[in-house]
């Protein structure tokens, strides 16, 4: 089974700052999606940015964008310009093409005004 | 248009009682999936549905059914309610498998 490893728990940035949330996964395919969601004391579940992994380009989300390293099956995630609402837990996802989904622990991160 | 709903948003359950979470979606998505969410951990994947009569187990099926007899209804049943099944229990939808999940607000289910 494919596993997703998000390494820290707890993150902080500074207001306007940048910061970086890392994720890896374990897997044999050579097609499947990762995502990056975001969950807010509210617990709704929001999209942050999703990457291809055919594709080369690292996608990007206004200030999100993410370094996409497949030979190294690392995901990571960028926030640029930090705000207060970006304070939430971070979850990493990967989905094979057989629709199967597959959630990292999260990482929790708090903005520090 | 008001997403995915899921009722109820609360409730506890006695060992062996069974009950029924409701997914509705006004999206016309074909898929929908089914989520649960132990304390401190990710979401894990229950079953899913690439449309009206298909469903499919995910990660953690036991325990749990699923129909899909209508594209906007996906019932989560839980048969005899163990503690183990203490979770929050999260339904999204959407167009395709690689298009954006949208989720409902979840259901924190609390078996004792």
């Known amino acids: 089974a494919q596993t997703v490893t998000q390494s820290q728990p707890e993150m902080s940035v500074q207001e306007a700052e940048t910061v970086t949330l890392s994720c890896t996964y374990d897997?044999?395919?050579?097609?499947?999606?990762l995502f990056w969601y975001k969950q807010p004391p509210s617990r709704q579940m929001i999209l942050v940015i999703r990457?291809?992994?055919?594709?080369?380009q690292n996608a990007t989300e206004n200030r999100f964008s993410v370094n996409f390293q497949k030979a190294a099956k690392s995901f990571s995630l960028k926030i640029s310009d930090s705000q207060l609402g970006d304070a939430a837990m971070y979850f990493c996802?990967?989905?094979?093409?057989?629709?199967?989904?597959?959630f990292g622990t999260g990482t929790s991160l708090t903005v520090i005004p | 248009n008001a997403g995915v709903t899921q009722t109820p948003k609360f409730r506890i359950l006695k060992i062996g009682q069974s009950m029924t979470l409701q997914c509705a979606q006004d999206?016309?998505?074909?898929?929908m999936y089914w989520y649960r969410q132990d304390p401190g951990m990710g979401l894990k994947l229950i079953y899913y549905?690439?449309?009206?009569?298909?469903?499919d187990k995910g990660e953690v099926p036991n325990g749990y059914n699923v129909s899909r007899s209508t594209t906007e209804d996906f019932p989560l049943r839980l048969e005899l309610a163990a503690p183990s099944q203490t979770s929050v229990y999260f339904c999204?939808?959407?167009?395709?498998?690689?298009?954006?999940?949208?989720f409902g607000p979840g259901t924190r289910l609390t078996v004792l």
């Open positions: 990457q291809e992994a055919y594709k080369q």
């Open positions: 996802a990967y989905m094979n093409t057989g629709n199967q989904f597959y």
């Open positions: 999206m016309n998505h074909n898929y």
């Open positions: 549905s690439v449309g009206a009569g298909i469903t």
């Open positions: 999204a939808s959407a167009r395709s498998s690689t298009d954006t999940q949208y």
């Open positions: 897997t044999s395919e050579s097609d499947y999606y």
